[in-house]
């Protein structure tokens, strides 16, 4: 049974009439209501699968787990054992579907052979029959009765996405909706609605049918309700367009309510939520990122309250008609407080919010780690480095920060330059995908103007850098022009950007590594600051950049000192893979640094499914001192509008400070062992990289050493053989800082094996799919063992280990390791119960350097590290 941080439970506040609660859990993700006992209760889930219940005034009536950790996607309460109360059923990404009764008791779990990620579950009840429905990745309804037995499957085309029940056709019947998706975010395969006994579809819409903005919006909520009030049931869908957007259908799929928002209330991955308060009142509740509507049941904006970027960003809304509440449920970023809202009040919508709980408690550990960078000055034994950090990024740290003396802070801007240059010559070398352009800004630059521009920056001293070219179109600016612009600005060119161009057999790719890029090499060492910064996602430092062309540019050291590999983790499920692929590159010499990048858009996995628009910095924080402790002395880093203070200044403070060193790679002592790649294997590489496509399920897609990495097994568990196992992620969400029980695994090409053999350094090898014992392949799931040999073999040689949080050991002289810890939970911030212990000598000094405790030496050390923060201890060795 996992453990789940027991909170002091807050005192019930009474602002304007409003009661909220603080939960003794986690991060809430969802929140239902449900009758029990002719009471209203709260049905709660927590990110990682962990599930509730509470009375309206915030008793716990009892807590239960999931058999693995993974995101339950949907939460249905319904009588099911026919005592008269509402019980539990739960479709979760580890591939069951359960029931547990109002009473906390596990009832039933459904399991299918093979494993599936469920993501809905629907319970239809006609003429004293119930019947539950479920369905995930597979493409299969299930049937189940009221015991968890399977009475039947259907082919349904897709990976469900929508599914509830409803008199939508008929007051006297219940029938299924069901809508499934073949692109992660937008359109549909299948949406209609389906009589559960003969499984036919009664009324379909056809795929290709233009439904006005449902078509192109992104649904982030869902619910059924009859807004029209004639005795049948509507469908209601909630989300966004960049503007919040409210679309309603009545069971023949007419259009009866919409509401799009205004331009001005735009804001980048707001996160869109909404619930219908009939009987109450005529009336929808609708959040987008920092607005809260009272929207009429056809859509009529009738009062808005909150601000762009600002307010408090609920998780789900859940009305309860009885008491005449609108409860939310948790906060965007890990929250575990329960909002309230009077709607019997005409004044509902502007009840005052508080906040409370986790998220108030990681605000206040920010603010003390913050306040302490400034007042840290390295010991007398911490040499500073004559390296600089180097973030490009628009936010201007306070004063403060910048003052400090501990390390060198360079800020640099980014521009996206795109130049009308005729691409005669790159048709003439390439063919007609050379005049393929990204459609997101205008070419509308000469070269003379591009050049003016960048010796403007030099004049003025002001350091630049350049977004060059992305996977729609590698060429934004000419070599020529890039040659150029370094010429003209060679003390302020900080480089050019490139995003996303993963394809090794792109013409316009394979042209830009075999002309552009030793002409690039050449510009760029004359110029001494400028690099390239490579931005790709998924997987693709630990796997693709193993394949064709990009093993030779990355992997053969012609190019390493003007590389800066850096991550594109939106919509990911492998993050962790591409951070310890990166350090992989950085620890093997294949490249002489590496970059951070963080961006609002990084708090995502399936991004419908991913609430954004977090306020709190905490994720970013702790994000970026794992990449700096790991020897990532670059940034790529949004100026994000939602952020609180002190933002970006918590980070920097801890920079300028010294409390985070200039890491060089040979002073990095918490790698473990190495995953070394051979042949990898390229089906599956396509197969994550190809990340719109949720119709990729197959039956071995479990069988893999990096498994479930695809888009449809978004949430779903890591199995106890995979790699992201022993590097300590358990399930694929957001896994940037993984926990490391075993110390770093970074991954290298099979070139390594000779030097880590020869030094005695524990590895192993696979392509991803399989691994390789004296060269024979191996399954995953027998391989697991090997790695779990080597991973341990590899621990017990470190002279520092640490269990519970994500962690780096740092030698700042040959007597003094700093190790640095971070709470693991990027979204799900809690306290972290840290062990640390020695392998051989124990050090005869322990310090936290921020708060000067001293910390009494022990075989193990008990420390916290604070939810949502960091903690940085220096151990003294004799």
């Known amino acids: 049974m996992r453990k789940i941080c027991t909170i002091v439970m807050a005192l ?36 990682d699968g962990a599930v509730a219940a509470y009375s309206l005034e915030g008793k716990k009536l009892w807590t239960a787990n999931t058999e693995d950790k993974a995101v339950v996607f949907k939460m249905v309460a319904s009588d099911i054992n026919n005592d008269g109360n509402e019980d539990l059923l739960v479709a979760s990404a580890d591939g069951n579907i359960y029931c547990w009764s109002s009473k906390g008791q596990l009832l039933w779990k459904y399991s299918p052979k093979p494993p599936v990620s469920f993501t809905e579950v629907a319970v239809v009840k006609n003429n004293g029959k119930t019947q539950v429905f479920a369905g995930g990745n597979d493409s299969k309804l299930y049937e189940l009765d009221t015991e968890g037995k399977e009475v039947s499957t259907t082919k349904v085309n897709g990976v469900f996405r929508l599914m509830d029940s409803g008199n939508f056709l008929s007051a006297d ?4 909706f069901v809508m499934t998706y073949g692109h992660d975010k937008y359109r549909w395969e299948v949406f209609g609605i389906i009589d559960t006994e003969t499984k036919a579809f009664k009324k379909q819409l056809p795929k290709n049918k233009k439904l006005k903005m449902l078509s192109k919006m992104m649904i982030t909520d869902f619910e059924v309700a009859d807004i029209t009030k004639d005795g049948l049931d509507d469908l209601l869908f909630y989300g966004t367009n960049t503007a919040g957007v409210f679309i309603g259908l009545d069971g023949q799929f007419n259009q009866v309510a919409e509401y799009i928002g205004k331009n001005k209330e735009k804001q980048r991955y707001a996160h869109s939520q909404g619930a219908c308060l009939l009987p109450v009142r005529d009336e929808i509740a ?59 009040k005409a004044s509902w919508l502007t009840t005052p919010q508080t906040k409370e709980g986790r998220m108030l408690e990681v605000q206040k550990n920010i603010e003390t780690l913050y306040q302490q960078a400034l007042k840290f000055t390295p010991p007398s034994y911490q040499t500073k480095s004559e390296k600089e950090w180097v973030m490009i990024t628009p936010f201007q740290p306070e004063a403060k920060v910048m003052k400090k003396k501990g390390g060198d802070l360079k800020l640099v801007v980014q521009e996206s330059w795109k130049e009308n240059t005729s691409r005669e010559e790159l048709v003439a070398a390439i063919g007609k995908d050379a005049l393929k352009k990204d459609k997101r800004g205008k070419y509308n630059l000469s070269r003379a103007e591009i050049i003016k521009m960048a ?151 399936w991004r419908p499914y991913t609430p954004g628009g977090q306020r709190s910095v905490s994720p970013y924080l702790r ?108 399930y694929r969400w957001m896994n940037y800082m993984p926990e490391m029980p075993n110390g770093m695994i970074p991954v290298g090409p099979v070139e390594m094996e000779k030097d880590l053999k020869g030094a005695g350094i524990p590895y192993f090898v696979t392509d991803l799919k399989t691994g390789f014992i004296d060269g024979e392949d191996v399954g995953a799931k027998e391989f697991g063992k090997t790695i779990s040999s080597e991973v341990s073999k590899g621990a017990a040689q470190m002279r520092i280990n640490v269990k519970g949080a994500s962690w780096c050991a740092v030698r700042i002289d040959e007597t003094h390791i700093r190790v640095i810890m971070v709470d ?35 075989d193990a050390i008990q420390t916290i590290v604070p939810a949502g923060s960091a903690k940085f201890i220096d151990f003294t060795f004799e």
Not at 173 to 176: S, V
């Open 623 to 730: 994000n970026g001192i794992m990449m700096a402790a790991y020897g990532g002395h670059y940034g790529i880093i949004f100026n994000n509008s939602y952020l609180e203070d002190p933002g970006l200044n918590s980070l920097f403070a801890l920079m300028t400070s010294g409390a985070i060193p200039l890491v060089e790679k040979e002073d990095i002592e918490s790698v473990s062992s190495w995953m070394l790649i051979k042949d990898v294997n390229a089906d599956l590489i396509h197969s994550v990289d190809d990340h719109h496509n949720m119709k990729q399920f197959k039956t071995d897609d479990t069988n893999a050493v990096i498994a479930n990495s695809q888009m449809h097994w978004a949430g779903s568990t890591i199995n106890d053989y995979d790699y992201s196992k022993a590097l300590g992620s358990d």
């Open 286 to 344: 609708f959040q987008h990122g920092g607005f809260m509507h009272r929207l009429s049941l056809k859509g009529e904006d009738l009062e808005v309250t909150g601000s762009r970027y600002g307010e408090i960003i609920f998780n789900q809304l859940a009305f309860d008609a009885a008491s005449k509440q609108l409860f939310a449920g948790g906060q965007v970023g890990g929250g575990n407080k329960m909002y309230t809202y009077p709607v019997n």
């Open 455 to 605: 010796k403007a920056y030099e004049s003025k001293g002001e350091p630049f850098t350049i977004w060059a070219g992305h996977v729609t179109d590698p060429f934004y600016l000419h070599i020529e022009t890039l040659e150029q612009i370094l010429e003209v600005a060679p003390n302020t060119c900080y480089g050019f950007v490139y995003a996303e161009m993963h394809d090794p057999n792109d013409p316009r790719v394979v042209h830009f590594v075999n002309e552009y890029m030793p002409r690039l090499a050449t510009a760029l060492r004359k110029n001494g600051k400028a690099k390239l910064y490579f931005r790709y996602k998924n997987m693709f430092w630990g796997a693709s950049s193993h394949q064709g062309i990009w093993k030779d540019m990355f992997y053969s050291g012609k190019y390493a000192d003007v590389l800066v590999p850096a991550a594109e983790d939106t919509s990911s499920r492998t993050q962790d893979v591409n951070f310890s692929g990166r350090v992989g590159m950085l620890m093997g010499g294949f490249v002489d640094d590496y970059a951070m990048r963080l961006v609002d858009d990084n708090p995502t996995s």
């Open 12 to 47: 019930i506040s009474l602002v304007a009439g409003a009661k909220g609660f603080v939960t003794e859990g986690n991060g809430l993700r969802n929140t239902i209501t449900a009758s029990v006992k002719g009471k209203t209760v709260l049905y709660t889930s927590e990110l």
């Open 173 to 176: 019947r219940e029938d299924l």
């Open 824 to 858: 693991q939970g990027y979204i799900n911030p809690q306290d972290r119960e840290v062990t640390i212990t020695f392998n051989g000598s124990k050090p005869s000094k322990a310090v936290d350097i921020l708060s000067k405790e001293n910390i009494k030496v022990s």
